[in-house]
């Protein structure tokens, strides 16, 4: 499948890993259904993340559970209500190409987490010094759409100089970031919770010309 292509200039991630689950549906658009499967990307550290991969019925794979592959696509959200009713944000990876490798090639497989998005900062950026003494600064950045709807909201979370940078930022403001996916779980009111955000490397303002 093809890439859309002001989605391409706009948002691109790439990821190499492990799909964990087999697709399932999870809803539909028209005529169109669309299914989900969980990933298992891994860093350099060691750690895994976990994330949620979305595509209509051409790109669903049968038995891709164990899997190792390579999946090329565009950044999403949905806001969804929860149980409780609490409006939580989704957001995942649309796959627009699915590479699965042959167990021949598994030799030099090596995980990949790449993501580049250009939007605009949605919230004043939150910026905060840790207990540990770290320099963060957590933004939300709205991506547009190839079909005109809302943007899609990516909270991102810069760190040391960029952290200082980012916190001059103003809501309009247009950037282009650089980095990586990353999820991480925490616990409230004794339920465990999911969220996503990109871990930025480089952040560039956009100035309209």
Known sequence: MLLDSQDYKTNIISVKGQFISEFRYSYNVGSTKYYEARIMVQRI??????????TDSRGVCSDIRGKYVEIEGTIRS????DESETKRLNVFI??????????????????NNYISISGEVVHTPRFKITISGKVICEMLIGVKTSFGKK????????????AEMSKLLEVGDKVEIKGRLQSRVYNKNGKEHEVYEVSCYYLSPIFDE
């Open 45 to 54: 550290s060691g750690i895994n993340d976990f994330f949620q991969v979305v």
């Open 78 to 81: 949905l806001t969804k209500v």
């Open 151 to 162: 943007d899609y909201l990516i909270p991102c979370i810069t760190w040391n100089r960029i």
């Open 94 to 111: 649309f796959a627009n190409y699915i590479k699965v490798f042959e167990p021949k090639e598994l030799e030099n497989f090596e995980f």
